[in-house]
């Protein structure tokens, strides 16, 4: 049976006892799980980067339950902000906005500008009301780590060093949120989520895409980031199977991560077909990887995604975690 995605009275009791304890309590979202802590508290905040040894300097978002104190958080929302808090709140949209004086420098990064987000997760809303105010939380992960979309994921990581995880089932979108800043007249994607670039042009009009010179440090756009532990490589349709077969040949164990099944079988390849769908592929995304690095294998081959801009976010975080594994003991494809 499926977990309920609501908390029941006694967990949430607990949960924002926590909150107000200044302790650090994980809960669940639509794109992934977050932890969490009082965004008003510093210590509790620094507890945050001490459990997932996160550089200060990485900013966190500020979750809130609607847009209704905003204003707290941000001191100017400009007008394409409120248009895309708009339409796409309670959602996987976080909005980086000028920061309001009292936020915290360690929430920050000491940057003027605050990433903000409204979570459409019925537990996560439950959280954020009960606790009555901003909760600010980055994926539930070690630093580097591929994101949690489960409660067992969060507990993976963390043990016993966590006291509170809040179930919430599997996260419904398994990415994390698009990041969008909105500072002055400007407005740029700083990270692609399930919300495209096309569909924030039609919100909005002019969007950039991707880091400018001056633009907010986003440490989810450095290299290495959402790295499985196992050395990965992105690997064309047309050649992915023939390298698992020939790596297993020479006695390699290989994970495979694919949008078809194999054709033949192989004793030491480990393979998953994601399939061809992006809802599908993106939701088990991180499921699969977390699953594959468990298999033992000396490499990953990852099945290169289409270009279309919905796989936008899953090849983003591809991308990234190929570029952060570094060089791969494996043959090239000889073609
Ligand atoms: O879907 C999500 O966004 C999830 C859930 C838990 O809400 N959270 C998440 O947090 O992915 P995290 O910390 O793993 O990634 C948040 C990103 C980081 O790359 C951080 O640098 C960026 O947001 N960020 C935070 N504040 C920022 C700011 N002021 N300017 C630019 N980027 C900022
Ligand atoms: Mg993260």
Known sequence: MAKPVRATQVELDNAVQALRAGEVVAFPTETVYGLGANAQHEAAVAKIFALKGRPASHPLIVHLDSARYL????REVPEAA???????????LTLVLPRASNVLDLITGGQDTVA????????????????????????????????????????????????????????KLGLESTIVACVGDSVRMLRPGQITLSQLRREVGEVHSGAAEDSPRVPGSTLA??????????VEG????????????????VGVLAQRPPVGTYRHVTWVNAGTRVEAFGHDLYTHLRALDKAGASCLLVQE?????????VRDRLSRAAASTGELAVPEASS
Request: with cysteine.
């Open 225 to 234: 980031h959402y790295a499985p532990a196992t050395p990965l490589r992105l």
């Open 116 to 171: 903000v987000r409204v979570p459409a997760h019925p537990m996560a809303q439950q959280l954020l009301t009960a606790f009555g105010g901003g909760i600010a939380a980055p994926s539930a992960n070690r630093y580097g780590h591929v994101s949690p979309t489960r409660a067992d994921h969060v507990r993976d990581e963390f043990g016993d060093a966590l006291g509170v995880v809040l179930d919430g089932g599997e996260c």
């Open 238 to 253: 047309g050649q992915i199977e023939r390298l698992a077969a020939e790596l297993s040949a020479a006695g390699q164990r």
């Open 71 to 74: 204003h707290r958080w941000a």
């Open 305 to 313: 995604v289409p270009a279309d801009e919905r796989w936008d976010a």
């Open 82 to 92: 409120q248009k895309l808090a708009a339409r796409f709140w309670p959602g996987p």
